[in-house]
């Protein structure tokens, strides 16, 4: 579904990701990670087509990104880790804007509409204007609105932030359900009890370079962190801090 | 279409939202405006109007100067729309995270360049819908036109305010793709070349041909024929001002005119869309992968020269000062345009003395033109409050914690505030009020009078401006422009114009009636311009005090 090959990323004369390539097949839940500043964000705004790689490629779904944005961007979704929303629209005039900007017909738009206001229990607010939201209740709809067209690529910064305990499990559920269903989501997170939790692969980057990949039992057993093995926190560190030496 | 039909319905909504959120919840703040706004309009209308029944007086010559005057606004109007338009359109088209967001989504590039233009055309334009109208209204009044005359007055400055718009886009688009890493030269360098058209403007209107002549008819039409450039066939301006006439009258080339410039704001659109198309989301990634590398000391010299000049002001109060200075003047988008424009009025008033057709040694034209020179840069500065102090509260945006937080109490951040507009205005304004009374060589009380009357506009200006800032934040929106054409930025130019004009006309009313009307002897005037000069000096205290505790009030209830 995406494929990274050998992009590299430069600010001006500053690098911020080096020669990365990635393979990540459908329907996997892939979690990003890496400490501030490693080119985390940098990477899923090319992923998104925000910005261009300055060398190498990004094909989704057999299509090169840069070629194809438009046609591409029809069938991924792009969850920034700040989202923009219209606060003088209603939620509910949002997900119709959205849905309009998908060409999606009436009935499925309704029918979706409805399925994720219950899902994320949005029904008593969702015809106010989004600006009395709270920051959860924001993140909620953005996930929402997101889901509407029933992307392939779900591209995700930091999808918890700002969400309740019992909306985290939500999301975390619904992720997986939207995995099983064939969908790939490439999740950016600094969470990483949830990237252990829900992840099928994990990327490490740092230093605007991929340092480790796999499932979490592979990259545990790259580092050997304890007797009793360790965390996903435990393993980082230490890959990071190998990095630094 | 669908997603931009989908894109403009969703503005629409969320403006219509707004609107009915507002007459709900702010009725007082509505009416208070509205009727502000309609007394404004009716002051500009009246004083159109009246002008234009008084150049009727001068038959032939009249009819000159409406048609000069009509091609030059036009002409100048068109100028300044396109510099705020690339301005503004950069920092929409790139700088914006409804940008960013409408690239993630399935929208062309084109389209999402009309959609954010057409936004950036609304806000830049509204200033002439709104000030320009009374003159354009005023005329068709003067000429008893028909109603094809309004009809036509609608289309022609629909289509006329787009060409700016989308020749702004495409400066944009340009800079972004081919200079992403330019930008203050490229704006650095357009402030020198509209300086310097400007400087030729000025010295051309005030060249010294060996004689100085009275104001007499031949010598205006001199004038006149050194103002032709704006008349230039080439010009949209030119276009918009012939039709414009011509629908005063019997409209015989009105459609002629109209199709032109509707030809090329076609043109120009299809020449946008296909660039934007072609252009927009690479130099979108260009902007966005740029990155600043100078470093600045953690101390500068301009620190502590600054420290030394505000001592006077407490420790806090002197910081907020500074971070504001430097937040100013590290964005040239921001003071370009004020640096143009007082840079343009001194440069004219260094040059008066050569205007040939006036004789500076009559006491008629001394208080005529040093009286219209305050009007000038007052009315130059009411305009830049508003763009730039009234803002000020609201840039704080989201940040605002961190000046809230702080271990001073929030008076005196308001007199932050407040000390940095008055003194950017009494430095902007005193001296090119001295340089205008200099040149014209007008009688140092009366000098001192109008440094005077400069003082206190300049205190009433900043507080209206500081206060209606803090009484009507927008901190959800971080670019001024857009700040500025809210509730609060109308309200506050408003206000500012209404006190500025009061000032000005209750000041100028001894002057009138000795040097133009003659009506009065030297002692009623001396007595006439102390009382004007009480009663404005009291209305000026009165405002102050009145905006100084709303703003006070208000400051206290901000609530982030």
């Known amino acids: 579904m995406l494929e990274l090959k050998e992009v590299t990323k430069y600010y001006g004369n500053k690098l911020a990701v080096e020669r990365l390539t990635l393979h990540i097949p459908d329907g996997t839940l892939f979690a990003f990670i890496g400490p501030n500043g490693a080119g985390k964000t940098t990477t899923v705004k090319m992923l998104a087509g925000l910005l261009k790689p300055s060398s190498g490629e990004i094909i989704i779904n057999g299509k090169n990104i840069i070629n194809n944005s438009l046609e591409i961007k029809k069938i991924i979704s792009y969850i920034p880790d700040q989202p923009f929303l219209y606060e003088k629209l209603s939620g509910k005039e949002f997900l119709n804007f959205i849905g309009q900007i998908y060409h999606l017909p009436e009935e499925t738009l309704e029918s979706q509409i409805a399925r994720y206001v219950e899902l994320f229990q949005m029904s008593e607010y969702i015809h106010q204007l989004i600006e009395s939201y709270s920051l959860g209740m924001k993140q909620k709809l953005v996930i929402a609105s997101s889901l509407l067209h029933h992307p392939r690529l779900l591209i995700v910064d930091e999808p918890l932030v700002g969400l309740d305990p019992a909306n985290v499990r939500i999301v975390k559920q619904l992720f997986r359900q939207l995995v099983k269903e064939g969908i790939t989501i490439f999740m950016s997170t600094h969470i990483l009890s949830i990237a252990e939790e829900i992840a099928d692969m994990i990327g490490v980057i740092h230093q605007g370079r991929l340092i480790a990949q796999g499932s979490f039992s592979q990259l545990k057993s790259l580092k050997k962190t304890s007797p009793s093995g360790g965390n996903l926190e435990d393993v980082f560190l230490l890959l990071c801090e190998e990095c630094q030496t | 279409m669908p997603d931009l039909i989908a894109l403009y319905k969703s503005k629409l909504r969320g403006f219509l939202n707004q609107a009915s959120q507002q007459l709900y919840e702010n009725k007082l703040k509505v009416t208070v ?374 271990p001073i109490r929030r008076k005196e951040i308001f007199y932050s505030k407040f000390i940095f507009a008055l003194s950017g205005a009494i430095i902007i304004t005193l001296p090119l009020i001295f340089i205008s009374s200099y040149q014209v060589e007008v009688p140092s009380g009366m000098m001192f009078q109008q440094l005077y009357f400069g003082l206190i506009i300049c205190l009433g200006l900043s507080s209206i401006a500081v206060s209606v800032g803090v009484l009507y934040p927008n901190f959800k929106e971080d670019n001024p422009s857009k700040i500025i054409s809210g509730f609060g930025g109308t309200l506050c130019l408003v206000l500012s114009l209404l006190y500025l004009l009061t000032i000005v006309v209750i000041g100028s009313i001894p002057g009138h009636l000795y040097y133009v009307l003659g009506r009065i002897n030297s002692n009623t005037f001396s007595i006439l311009q102390i009382i004007s000069t009480v009663l404005i000096s009291f209305g000026a205290v009165i405002v102050t005090i009145i905006s100084i505790r709303f703003g006070l009030k208000s400051i206290e209830r901000i609530e982030i």
């Open chain 2, 33 to 406: 405006i509205s009727i502000s706004a309609i007394v404004l309009w009716a002051v500009i209308f009246i004083f159109f109007y009246r002008s234009l029944i008084f150049l009727r007086t001068f038959e032939e010559i009249g009819n000159i100067v409406v048609i000069y005057f009509l091609g030059l606004f036009f002409f100048a109007l068109g100028i300044m729309l396109v510099i705020s338009n690339a301005i503004i359109n950069y920092s929409s088209l790139y700088r914006s995270s409804e940008s960013a967001y409408l690239f993630s989504l399935p929208v062309p590039a084109g389209k999402i360049f009309i959609y954010r233009i057409t936004e950036s055309l609304l806000f830049s334009s509204w200033a002439f819908l709104f000030l320009g109208s009374p003159f354009l209204i005023a005329l068709g009044i003067h000429y008893s036109s028909g109603w094809t005359y309004y009809l036509y007055l609608v289309l022609f400055s629909a289509v006329f305010i787009i060409l700016p718009a989308l020749v702004g886009g495409l400066i944009s688009i340009i800079i972004a793709r081919f200079l992403p890493h330019r930008q203050k030269t490229v704006l650095i360098l357009s402030i020198a070349v509209i300086f310097l058209i400007g400087v030729c403007f000025v010295s051309e209107i005030t060249r010294l041909e060996g004689r100085t002549i009275t104001f007499i008819i031949s010598g205006m039409k001199d004038f006149l024929e050194r103002l032709s450039f704006a008349q230039n066939p080439i010009l949209p301006s030119h276009w918009i001002t012939r039709g414009i006439l011509s629908a005063t009258s019997d409209a015989s080339e009105s459609p002629f005119f109209f199709l032109l410039l509707l030809s090329w704001a076609l043109f120009l659109g299809l020449l946008s869309y296909q660039t934007a198309s072609l252009f927009y989301l690479d130099g979108y990634s260009l902007v966005a992968s740029s990155t600043r590398s100078k470093n600045y000391p953690a101390v500068s010299y301009f620190d502590r020269v600054s420290s030394i000049i505000l001592r006077f002001l407490s420790p806090a109060s002197r910081l907020i000062v500074i971070k504001d200075i430097k937040t100013l003047f590290r964005d040239p988008s921001q003071w370009s345009q004020m640096l143009i424009f007082f840079g343009l009025l001194t440069i004219y008033f260094i040059n008066i003395k050569n205007v040939p057709y006036i004789n500076l040694r009559e006491g008629m034209w001394q208080y005529l033109v040093s009286s219209l020179n305050l009007l000038a840069t007052t009315l130059t500065l009411a305009t830049f409050t508003t763009r730039f102090i009234y803002p000020q509260i609201s840039l704080e945006g989201r940040k605002f914690w961190i000046i809230g937080m702080m």
